[in-house]
């Protein structure tokens, strides 16, 4: 069983910084590409980076250039760097795990509230 475990949420200001860690635990990590993902009550879920096996990064519109993720394959860990936070990031961001099209789990999911 594969779990996964946030870490590192809570309350800044706008314009301040967070970073989430999200420590992976069962499976082989390396075979997993790795997300975070958020959910608000009035949009939805929707990603905000993603990492391949191979380390190769994605972002949408909303957060690149103020969100970094990175992956330790020893450590088994994935991390999200959030940077130049707005009030419209406050979300709960859960860490997310896939390997091929149907296999994928989530982790519990860590809150993040940005608010002067």
């Known amino acids: 069983q ?3 475990k946030e870490s590192g ?14 420590v992976v635990s069962g499976g082989n990590f390396m075979n997993y590409g790795m997300a975070w993902r958020r959910r608000t009550p009035g ?25 970094t993720i990175s992956r330790n394959n020893t450590e088994k860990t994935v991390e999200l ?12 961001y859960y860490c997310h795990a896939q390997r091929g099209d149907f296999v994928q789990y989530f982790g519990q999911g860590i809150q993040v509230t940005v608010s002067s």
Do not use: H, W
């Open 2 to 4: 594969v779990l996964l």
């Open 9 to 22: 949420g809570g309350e800044v200001q706008p314009g301040g910084s967070l970073r989430l860690s999200c």
């Open 43 to 67: 949009k939805g879920y929707e990603v905000v980076a993603t990492i391949t096996e191979d380390g190769a990064t994605d972002y949408p519109d909303s957060v690149k250039g103020r969100f």
């Open 81 to 92: 760097l959030m940077e130049n936070l707005k009030s419209e990031d406050t979300a709960l």
